[in-house]
């Protein structure tokens, strides 16, 4: 009997950032050792001045941003898959997305998926920024009924200083 039926999945919410490289391979670890399959969720956010479309030059306004954040999930996917080969997880990992404000669509298809863990990066602002910007990840853990694990990707000497 394969009681890996039985295992609810985790779900890497990415943006395509470091702190998603960094996520991705966190929940790679996790999966190993629990056996659990892998969602990866990208959450597509209209700007306010292009809904629905991703201007690629001042006047272009033709490019659908689904179709804008599929390519770059599969270019996202591809460069992982080359940059850690120990991705194995890749080649049986959903992709998926949804439109939205990142934190409650996040939360959303979670319990639609009824995953056991959420993983996110994050770029761990603080200060001014962070009372302004405030953080994705943050949000998703305070409003998630499931366990958030945020992970910062690891930063270089110049970056930290800023």
Not at 54 to 73: F, G, H, S
């Amino acid at each position: 009997m394969d009681d890996t039926k039985d295992i609810k999945p985790v779900l890497v919410a990415i943006d395509f950032s470091a702190d998603s490289e960094a996520a991705l391979l966190w929940a790679n670890r996790y999966i190993k050792q629990n056996h659990a399959p892998l969602i990866i969720l990208h959450v597509v956010h209209d700007p306010a001045d292009a809904p629905g479309f991703y201007r690629k030059e001042k006047d272009d306004w033709t490019e659908p941003l689904a179709a804008v954040a599929n390519r770059m999930a599969k270019e996202f996917v591809k460069e992982m898959e080359s940059k850690h080969p120990e991705l194995s997880c890749l080649k049986e990992t959903r992709i998926e997305f949804v439109s939205g404000l990142p934190p409650g669509r996040i939360v959303e298809f979670a319990k639609k998926e009824q995953v056991q863990l959420i993983v996110m990066g994050s770029c761990g602002r603080s200060g001014i920024s962070h009372i302004l910007l405030g953080s994705v990840a943050e949000r998703v853990a305070q409003i998630s009924d499931v366990p958030v694990v945020i992970v910062k990707s690891p930063r270089n000497k110049e970056e930290k200083d800023d």
